[in-house]
């Protein structure tokens, strides 16, 4: 799956490490409103990219784009709560698996230019991300 991780600010942080136990319950619909605000910015970047700029038509089917989606927030052996948006371990028709189209399509390869979709999604995401994350933290723990 590919990957991309976003920092939390301090103060954001301090407000969780007070919370105690009933973070732990309300973790992960926080964690969710954040990656979908992420989640939907990924899939109109990708959908802008996909056959932009190529000599021939796109033959996409839009396998990459159903691709994308959310893992369930789990905790980590360190006790970190995590989710994962992104591409996942599928394959598209043929057995082309989505994350190498998306690798190559965010990097490129030799002769094709790269276009990248995931760090600029990230980019315009990270602030709306956090502000989502923020009011389902005030709304779930009426802070």
């Known amino acids: 799956m590919a990957r991309c991780e ?3 600010p301090d103060e954001f942080l301090d407000k969780l490490s007070k919370l105690g136990d009933r973070f732990d319950q309300a973790a992960p619909k926080i964690l969710q409103s ?7 910015q990924m899939k109109a970047n990708l959908e802008g990219r996909i056959g932009k700029d190529t000599k021939y038509p796109s033959r996409s089917k839009g396998d990459l784009v159903r691709s ?4 369930p927030a789990l905790q980590d052996r360190n006790g970190e709560w995590n989710i994962r948006v992104g591409v996942g371990d599928s394959k598209d ?3 082309v698996p ?3 189209k998306a690798q190559v ?3 490129g390869k030799s002769g094709q230019k790269a276009k990248p979709w995931m760090k600029p999604a990230r980019r315009k995401a990270r602030k709306p991300a956090i502000h989502a994350m ?9 802070i």
């Open 6 to 8: 976003i920092k939390m």
């Open 105 to 107: 399509l965010e990097y």
């Open 68 to 71: 994308l989606g959310i893992t």
């Open 34 to 40: 954040g990656g979908k605000v992420v989640l939907s």
């Open 98 to 100: 989505n994350a190498l």
């Open 134 to 142: 923020e009011e389902t933290l005030k709304r779930e723990l009426d």
């Open 93 to 95: 028709r043929e057995g």
